[in-house]
């Protein structure tokens, strides 16, 4: 299907080409549809993030907000080949400091079949993930500004009305502890499919999410790093050069980083 031209704002093809994408997954599937990607989903989701890093950037200008792969933008191929995926059936923007090795608090931005989402996300098993965890539960205080919302936790209301608090792909129940280290918690607001094609003001609202979202982002970022865990043995343990990328691809696979080394060497050393 060739399309002559390409629209600037999300469509209900936008999230058709991703729920049809993650129905046949395949090569030859991504590539009879590359067209309705570049002009459906590429160009688009590309002008949304960058209008939206260009105000994120000032609001918070240690980071990166260079709107590319490799910096704030996924790839919608899988980096390592898997038997279940070969291309991302959700796209991603994140936000964090230049050089940070993908164990910190970021803030994001997600398209998929479903809608959009934005907010704050904290990796499982850190520092910042456990002085999050704590606030929430009413253990400890959270970030200035911030009103208790009730139960010792943070209400959603007190951060912008539609921003709710998720561990994993759980609603979180505030006040309560959250005794799953192994799931993100997100803070986040979803706009499903049929609000998001055609808004006219998406970036507006991506961008009061994410503003939103900056208190706990800076309250989590501060946390003070846990000892060296086997995770950064292993990664001291590589040319100082690699860490950062090793770090990264492991997590955006979702495996951890021994994982990750094991399968790199298999593939570099197999005959």
């Known amino acids: 299907m060739m399309v002559r031209e390409a629209p600037v704002t999300l469509t209900g093809e936008t999230f058709a080409f991703f729920a049809a994408l993650a129905a046949d997954n395949t090569h030859t599937w991504f590539h009879a549809h590359a067209e309705v990607y570049r002009a459906h989903v590429d160009l688009p989701w590309r002008t949304l993030v960058a209008a939206v890093a260009a105000e994120l950037g000032t609001l918070l200008p240690e980071l990166d907000c260079t709107v590319k792969t490799g910096h704030v933008l996924s790839r919608i191929a899988a980096r390592w080949p898997r038997p279940d995926m070969a291309y991302r059936t959700e796209l991603v923007a ?14 994001f931005i997600a398209l998929g079949a479903e809608g959009l989402r934005a907010g704050l996300e904290v990796p499982p098993r850190t520092a910042a993930w456990d002085a999050v965890a704590a606030a929430l539960s009413g253990a400890a205080g959270g970030p200035e500004g911030v009103r208790d919302g009730g139960g010792g936790g943070w209400g959603a209301d007190d951060l912008g009305g539609e921003l709710r608090w998720w561990l994993g792909r759980q609603p979180l129940r505030l006040g309560e502890g959250t005794a799953r280290r192994g799931s993100a918690l997100r803070l986040q607001r979803a706009w499903p499919a049929s609000a998001a094609a055609g808004a006219p003001d998406l970036a507006g609202g991506l961008l009061s999410a994410l503003r939103a979202a900056i208190p706990w982002y800076l309250f989590a970022a501060q946390a003070q790093p846990a000892a060296p865990g086997a995770e950064a043995a292993l990664l001291d343990a590589l040319p100082r050069s690699l860490r950062t990328s090793v770090a990264a691809r492991a997590e955006a696979e979702g495996i951890p980083v021994a994982s990750f080394i094991v399968y790199a060497l298999t593939r570099a050393l197999a005959p």
């Open 94 to 107: 994140a936000f964090r400091p230049l050089g940070e090795d993908g164990r910190g608090p970021r803030l």
